[in-house]
């Protein structure tokens, strides 16, 4: 047992960027982990990346070798999505598309125990269209980890009309024993957090395409007028415009609100590849 959620074996579908450092964070944890990629290549890849990082900080001096090979021995991975059969709670971090994660989460309800939970880290899609594919609509709600989930503090909760207050409560424990500090929020289109943001990172794109400054000095007021880590354009290239441009649609869809209709400029770049810091190139250029 890692702590006072009382679980001890948790699995984690999606080898992207938030899978893998999900996946690091409950490993750190103390919980024995399964990673689940489509294919072995992939799902092996996430052990690689967390003990590639490891090593770092332990060469930085900011951990002990023998923590980071404790660590890594949780962590094990699969191809086959039934060898999750035996966790307690399983967390998908797969593509932000509703009937890719519904068809998912229905799969999971089949297999699990029916105590199991199943979270999503969905950004911004309505968690009770997730509950309501499967058996136990009281078992399942959001954990939206933030990226990079290795260093940000914050989790949201999600907390659809279906779930019961048993699950929450368990699923705050577990945040806690990840070391993250937690906040419930209700089930609407981007919660608290990219409700706010991606609005605002919008609202830049619009303000550098009306000529009031270019694009690397709105960047340089946001840092240097509001103390802001980073500009909305190096914000957007990091999320990337792809992942960026399917938050602010799925915002217009569910609030009808106008700050969140995509900007033109968003869809010009989507359009022809430039996706950001993945690609080399997004509103900003990057070297190889």
């Known amino acids: 047992m890692a702590g006072g959620s009382g679980l001890t074996r948790v699995g984690v579908v999606g080898s992207g960027i938030m899978g893998a450092g999900i996946v690091e964070v409950v490993a750190s944890a103390g919980f024995e982990v399964i990673v689940r990629a489509r294919t072995e290549e992939g799902a092996a890849a996430v052990v690689a990346q967390v003990a590639s990082r490891l090593q770092r900080s332990v060469d930085k001096g900011r951990l002990e070798a023998t923590e980071a090979d404790a660590t890594v021995s949780r962590i094990s991975h699969t191809s086959h999505l039934g060898e999750l059969a035996a966790c307690e709670l399983v967390l998908e971090t797969v593509i932000e598309d ?7 989460v229905s799969e999971l309800d089949e297999l699990l125990d029916p105590s199991a939970i199943i979270a999503t880290n969905t950004s911004t899609l309505p968690v009770v269209e ?5 058996t136990r609509p009281d078992r399942v709600c959001g954990l939206h980890f933030f990226n990079p989930a290795t260093a940000m503090p914050l989790v ?3 907390t659809p009309v279906t779930v019961a207050e048993s699950t929450i409560a368990l699923v705050e424990r577990f945040a806690a024993d990840c070391g993250k500090e937690s906040i419930r929020v209700a089930d609407r289109a981007g919660f608290v957090v990219n409700a706010l943001l991606f609005p605002y990172l919008n609202a830049a794109i619009a303000l550098a395409e009306r000529g009031v400054a270019n694009r690397v000095d709105v960047d340089r007021a946001m840092r240097g007028g509001c103390n802001f880590p980073m500009g909305p354009f190096e914000l957007l290239d990091l999320i990337g415009l792809d992942t960026t441009l399917r938050i602010l649609e799925t915002l217009h869809r569910e609030t009808g609100d106008p700050a969140s209709l995509p900007h033109p400029e968003l869809r010009r770049l989507v359009a022809a590849g430039h996706l950001g810091r993945k690609t080399g190139r997004g509103f900003l250029e990057y070297g190889t």
């Open 98 to 104: 509703l009937e890719v994660k519904r068809r998912l």
């Open 130 to 134: 997730l509950a309501v594919a499967t």
């Open 156 to 158: 949201e909760i999600v």
